[in-house]
């Protein structure tokens, strides 16, 4: 075990806390603890976690934003954890040592998420490393191009890093179309003899013939063959762009696809980290004079907050309504079909296996199917989940209601797609002048108009060409199109 | 590592600042930075600096929330109308970043191109002050310096084994003990005085005094800049003068004739009262809507400015602010009497858009 770099009784608390998680069955990466001060976490926070990013000043305005809360006391980060082999993971100095004992057990939660959640298994676990070579690519990029045109660039980049197919990496490659069956109008040849035949069947109109069909199947053929999800592939394969461009875009990519699988996971995985600390603690890391410190930090990480879901909260109370479930045999048919309620209320068959399920669920699910699957009427009763909307006649946001139904459809909705709008290239050559059309998959929200014409300005640096984005705005199907001078906006 | 972020974090704040500058004219017309100021900083809305990303607009959907509340309730923790975002993890739209005045005075500077200012040439004033730099071993309780203090008595007791990581408790004794110690520094001293004049008469609407506030505000931000100790002054006048703080200077409307001359002289009077020419940099700022009650009091003030007002200050700046009453005499005659002297700047502000030209008009002098 790696405890260099600690202090030796936190060497001899992640001793502790490696035993206790191993014998819960937590199974997870080598994890390095590393002591900072609130002004390197501070730092490390606005490189998403990471020590060395390439130079970019979106980082530097994270940094702004967390270093000011930080240091007005609005908010302190407790706990930085990356997925990597080694997991790394950050203790602040001069923390409570039940803090550390706190942080350390989230922590060990996380990390047997991130190496046993299925949604992970694709991620780079070398990412440390990676991230640091994309450092020294873009700083030699910046060397032989300049840094503000290679930043400039970049942002253009960055503003397109959600447009990628977080699914892809689950799915296997797509069959090419060539398989497919050519089926299409062939050119008509006559029956005729042989020396007749060059004036039956002339052969520059025969050729003329061929002309015209393969001009049209190639107008038939659309491109791309299928709507591309993965917007950031196609422009990386088919914009014309120079080789440090590509490579810029490409490491953005790359770095978007790793990051996805946690926006995917963030309830299931806070959930996982919660519900291990909280066992952990309660069962053996707590001294009694601990007891009211790590309750208030717990609360406090639990609160609800209104508005917002806290991902905390639902995913350890998911997680232990699964484990009483299972542990009493509730669900099932007989269960479901069961209209006495007392009956219910009392129900425990005995069957003990909470603890297995809850290992299950953590290994094969992600946000979206664990709600599907696991949001019950009487959790969402017990957890107090409401729908609300804004209601422009008061100005405010209001409860709308409590049915299952809709607290549902909306979480799922919101969680859908790791909450970005659904986008394909639809269409790479529109009107054959080489345009690009994107289409946003409409599904109740509209996208924010304004934003995406900015958007559209960063799409057209790297497309060059006109480009436009096919939404349905207050209801009417319309098109959104930037030149390259101005935009415009038209009802399809 | 620390240097990394730093460059990133400067850059973040040169693009800001980049951002202000390019707005300027909008941020000065909108006094709304003014409400927003809080200690030494300012609050300004920087729109389009966060990269933008398709994504989905707000306040539309609503969204799933965790609480208690009936239908209709205002979902809790929402109680400012018309904030906030729907979805679990929209941000703000709009960017607010924090400046401090220096910096707001180093922008409005740049854009403007003003000059620094040259304080008078005619003394040099030079005061001591003391700054604690140093460390010594005996001094007052009161100036102990504990960390240091701690960290030497901790040492001493590792060194000698009585503390370390199995326990053990760390206790000064009077050989740890640091204090702090002073050196006394020369610095050349300049103070300034801003005497701010207001016409307060019936002609003076709120829009007016708008006007005036929003231009006080950028002046006093860009002295400030430039002088270690700025005291602010303020006079309100119409058939009298009085001197008032600086609410009711920007609040106050009364309704009258004008005197100007009644704010010349008490201005004079305060001056003479407090601020001897010799040690101070004065600036009186006069702002009206060009209205006075007679030739003859247009005449005195004149006078007044000549004989007493001109000589003991820096510059002295006369704004005339466009309202739909006032003639706008008051500048002409002015004018005409100062044509050649660069002691007098007078500027007219026809709106709030004007503002921005008319501080330039006054500050870009370097006096």
């Not at chain 2, 209709?72 to 904030?83: F, R």
Request: hydrophobic share 35%.
């Amino acid at each position: 075990m790696h405890t260099l770099g600690l202090p030796p009784e936190l060497a001899d608390l992640q001793r502790r806390v490696v035993g206790v998680a191993s014998g819960y069955g937590l199974d997870f990466f080598e994890t390095v603890f590393e002591m900072v001060t609130t002004e390197q976490i501070n730092t490390i926070a606005a490189y998403d976690g990471f020590p060395v990013r390439y130079r970019h000043w979106r980082f530097g305005m994270a940094y702004d934003r967390i270093e000011k809360s930080s240091s007005w006391g609005l908010s302190k980060i407790y706990e930085l954890v990356i997925n990597n082999d080694p997991c790394y993971a950050y203790l602040l100095k001069g923390n409570l040592f039940v803090d550390q004992k706190l942080v350390m057990a989230h922590v060990y939660g996380h990390c047997d998420f991130f190496k046993n959640n299925a949604w992970f298994a694709p991620t780079n676990r070398h990412m440390v490393d990676e991230l640091a070579s994309h450092a020294v690519r873009m700083e030699s990029h910046a060397r032989n191009h300049g840094q503000d045109k290679v930043e400039e660039f970049l942002d253009s980049c960055l503003s397109l890093e959600n447009l990628i197919d977080i699914y892809a990496p689950y799915t296997p490659p797509k069959r090419r179309s060539d398989d497919e069956e050519e089926t299409g109008r062939e050119v008509v040849r006559f029956k005729a003899k042989p020396y007749m035949e060059s004036f039956i069947n002339p052969p520059e109109v025969m050729a003329e013939e061929q002309k015209e069909i393969e001009a049209e199947r190639d107008a038939r053929q659309p491109f791309p063959e299928r709507p591309e999800r993965d917007v950031m592939k196609f422009l990386m394969e088919t914009a014309p762009l120079r080789p440090w461009q590509k490579d810029c875009l490409a490491m953005v990519r790359e770095e978007a696809y790793y990051f996805a699988p946690q926006r995917l996971t963030k309830i299931m995985n806070e959930g996982w980290a919660s519900y291990w600390h909280s066992k952990m603690m309660t069962e053996h890391l707590c001294d009694t004079s601990d007891i009211l410190d790590f309750a208030e930090r717990h609360a406090g990480a639990m609160a609800m907050s209104g508005e917002q879901i806290n991902p905390y909260k639902l995913g350890i109370e998911l997680y232990r309504n699964i484990e009483e479930r299972w542990d009493k045999g509730r669900f099932g048919k007989e269960y479901d079909d069961c209209r006495d309620y007392d009956a219910k209320q009392r129900w425990d068959t005995g069957l003990g296996e909470g603890r297995k399920k809850i290992f299950d669920v953590r290994h094969t699910y992600n946000d979206v199917t664990f709600v599907d699957t696991f949001l019950t009427p009487s959790f969402c009763d017990e957890q107090k989940l409401f729908t609300y909307a804004f209601n422009p006649q008061t100005g405010r946001k209001e409860v709308t209601g409590r049915d299952f139904g809709e607290v549902k459809a909306r979480l799922l909705q919101q969680l859908a797609n790791g909450g970005q709008p659904i986008i394909e290239v639809t269409n790479g050559n529109f009107g054959n002048r080489g345009e690009l059309v994107l289409t946003h998959r409409h599904d109740e929200l509209d996208l924010d108009a304004n934003m995406a014409a900015q958007t559209m300005q960063h799409l057209h640096r790297v497309w060059t060409r006109p480009v436009h984005i096919e939404t349905i705005l207050e209801g009417k199907p319309t098109r959104l199109s930037f030149d390259g001078e101005k935009h415009t906006s038209e009802a399809i | 590592m620390a240097n990394r972020i730093d460059l990133d974090h400067a850059r973040f704040r040169n693009i800001v600042r980049g951002s202000i500058r390019k707005d300027l004219r909008k941020h000065i017309a909108n006094g709304q930075m003014i409400a927003r100021q809080g200690g030494d900083t300012v609050k300004i809305p920087v729109p389009q600096i966060d990269l933008p990303r398709f994504r989905f607009g707000s306040n539309e959907g609503g969204g799933v929330g965790q609480g208690d509340g009936e239908p209709g309730d205002a979902v809790p923790g929402d109680e400012q109308p018309g904030q906030g975002e729907a979805g679990s993890d929209a941000g703000q739209h709009e960017l607010e970043v924090e400046v401090s005045l220096e910096e707001l005075a180093q922008i409005l500077g740049e854009e403007l191109e003003l000059p620094n200012i040259e304080p008078k040439g005619r003394r040099q004033i030079t005061t001591e002050v003391n700054r604690y730099t140093g460390l010594r071993r005996v001094g007052p309780s009161s100036l102990r310096h504990v960390k240091r203090t701690f960290k030497r008595a901790m040492k001493r007791e590792i060194a000698t084994g009585r503390f370390g990581p199995s326990g053990g408790v760390v206790i000064p004794i009077p050989d740890d003990m640091r204090y702090r110690a002073w050196d006394p520094k020369t610095i050349p001293e300049s103070n300034a005085c801003i005497i701010y004049m207001m016409d307060v008469s019936g002609s003076m609407g709120d829009e007016q005094k708008e006007i005036v506030r929003i231009e006080a505000f950028w002046i006093d931000t860009w002295l400030k800049s430039q002088y270690r100790h700025l005291e602010t002054r303020y006079i309100v006048h119409d058939a009298e003068a009085k001197e008032v703080d600086a609410h009711t200077f920007f609040h106050l409307r009364e309704s009258g004739g004008t005197r100007i001359s009644s704010a010349y002289s008490l201005c004079n009077a305060i001056i003479d009262a407090e601020y001897p020419p010799e040690e101070w940099n004065i600036y009186p700022f006069h702002f009206s809507d060009g209205d006075n009650w007679s030739g003859g009091d247009t005449a005195r003030c004149l006078d007044l400015l000549r004989s007493q007002v001109l000589p003991k200050s820096n510059v002295f700046c006369y704004g005339q602010v466009r309202s739909t009453y006032g003639s706008g005499q008051f500048k002409t005659d002015l004018d005409h009497a100062f044509s050649d002297d660069e002691g007098v700047i007078t500027s007219d502000i026809p709106d709030k858009e004007g503002i921005m030209d008319s501080i330039r008009d006054f500050l870009g002098t370097g006096k």
